[in-house]
């Protein structure tokens, strides 16, 4: 019998319309809306379906927007397939998808999680705008050479450094806008097979991002967690945890760690995990897991 995981995608699998078809199909979907529409204070349904995309690319509106629509499309599989999730027997979640992880986990209630989406998103973008900063993806180099790339163009004072460790040959650099627009350019004429600059606030995963973190522990201390009722894989470390303690203060400590998805992936294979859901909007997860073991049977819940 299969082993599954589910995983939910990170800020970046925004995109306008969202959730809509169901929306439109289902009483439920348009119960999380409504019910996430009087927990922030505005129509999240309505920018998720209607834009403007610039509105919904912001880091205040877009995480909110993938933790609801991920949790809906999470509901919708519960009512068609309603064996493969209570069989479900481990998650992760990219960056942000660790709270809707935890959502589907048990450790976090909607409403909780919501809250703090909503503050994490605010505060990583006051964060942002104190320095200018921003994230680089460089496609087809090693570790090593893009170690040496943010070496050589870290002047004194700032801040240029490996974020997101996605899968082999996509890796994330992180830092001051100056200095990720030169490491582009050296990583090109090393022979990058290419680099994109990507459409986020600021230099997440990052130091410049501790303002985020004195802001949003305050919330983070007000809410309850509960131990988890699966195995839960943290972007920090790459390991399991199930201490309510310990997961707050992973996610505080991942405001500012890099994203290790790769190393959590293996680790899940290694556990003998052999199914894969990419519960939420977009692609990304399963396209890592592709390049991580193309032999692993990778799934997404929204198609």
Same mark, same amino acid.
């Given at each position: 019998?299969?082993?599954?995981?589910?995983?939910?995608?990170?800020?970046?699998?925004?995109?306008?319309?969202?959730?809509?078809?169901?929306?439109?199909?289902?009483?439920?979907?348009?119960?999380?809306?409504?019910?996430?529409?009087?927990?922030?204070?505005?129509?999240?349904?309505?920018?998720?379906?209607?834009?403007?995309?610039?509105?919904?690319?912001?880091?205040?509106?877009?995480?909110?927007?993938?933790?609801?629509?991920?949790?809906?499309?999470?509901?919708?599989?519960?009512?068609?397939?309603?064996?493969?999730?209570?069989?479900?027997?481990?998650?992760?979640?990219?960056?942000?998808?660790?709270?809707?992880?935890?959502?589907?986990?048990?450790?976090?209630?909607?409403?909780?999680?919501?809250?703090?989406?909503?503050?994490?998103?605010?505060?990583?973008?006051?964060?942002?705008?104190?320095?200018?900063?921003?994230?680089?993806?460089?496609?087809?180099?090693?570790?090593?050479?893009?170690?040496?790339?943010?070496?050589?163009?870290?002047?004194?004072?700032?801040?240029?450094?490996?974020?997101?460790?996605?899968?082999?040959?996509?890796?994330?650099?992180?830092?001051?806008? &100056?200095?990720?627009?030169?490491?582009?350019?050296?990583?090109?004429?090393? $022979? =990058? /097979? *290419?680099? #994109?600059?990507?459409? !986020? +606030?600021?230099?997440?995963?990052?130091?410049?991002?501790?303002?985020?973190?004195?802001?949003?522990?305050?919330?983070?201390?007000?809410?309850?967690?509960?131990?988890?009722?699966?195995?839960?894989?943290?972007?920090?470390?790459?390991?399991?945890?199930?201490?309510?303690?310990?997961?707050?203060?992973?996610?505080?400590?991942?405001?500012?760690?890099?994203?290790?998805?790769?190393?959590?992936?293996?680790?899940?294979?290694?556990?003998?995990? &052999?199914?894969?859901?990419?519960?939420?909007?977009?692609?990304?997860?399963? $396209? =890592? /897991? *592709?390049? #991580?073991?193309?032999? !692993? +049977?990778?799934?997404?819940?929204?198609?």
């Amino acid at each position: 019998m299969s082993k599954s995981a589910f995983l939910f995608p990170g800020q970046g699998a925004q995109a306008v319309g969202m959730g809509k078809a169901l929306y439109e199909s289902s009483v439920q979907a348009k119960a999380f809306y409504d019910n996430a529409n009087d927990v922030l204070g505005y129509d999240l349904a309505e920018l998720c379906f209607s834009g403007p995309a610039d509105k919904l690319d912001s880091t205040v509106y877009s995480q909110p927007a993938l933790f609801v629509t991920s949790l809906v499309a999470l509901s919708e599989l519960k009512s068609k397939s309603s064996e493969l999730v209570s069989n479900c027997a481990a998650t992760a979640g990219l960056s942000l998808g660790e709270y809707t992880s935890l959502v589907f986990s048990g450790a976090l209630s909607f409403e909780d999680g919501l809250r703090l989406v909503q503050k994490r998103g605010e505060a990583m973008q006051a964060a942002a705008d104190l320095e200018p900063s921003g994230m680089v993806s460089i496609l087809g180099m090693d570790p090593d050479a893009i170690q040496e790339i943010c070496d050589a163009n870290r002047a004194e004072g700032t801040v240029l450094q490996m974020a997101n460790f996605l899968c082999p040959g996509n890796i994330v650099i992180s830092g001051h806008v &100056d200095q990720c627009q030169d490491a582009a350019e050296a990583a090109n004429q090393a $022979g =990058a /097979m *290419k680099t #994109i600059p990507l459409a !986020v +606030a600021g230099a997440f995963h990052t130091s410049l991002m501790q303002p985020a973190v004195d802001a949003l522990s305050h919330a983070l201390a007000e809410v309850s967690f509960k131990k988890p009722e699966m195995l839960f894989v943290s972007n920090v470390d790459a390991a399991p945890h199930d201490d309510p303690e310990e997961i707050r203060d992973l996610l505080l400590r991942q405001i500012c760690s890099p994203v290790q998805w790769e190393s959590s992936m293996r680790y899940l294979l290694d556990q003998g995990f &052999d199914e894969f859901h990419e519960v939420g909007p977009g692609r990304v997860l399963r $396209g =890592a /897991m *592709k390049r #991580i073991n193309r032999k !692993v +049977a990778c799934f997404g819940a929204m198609e």
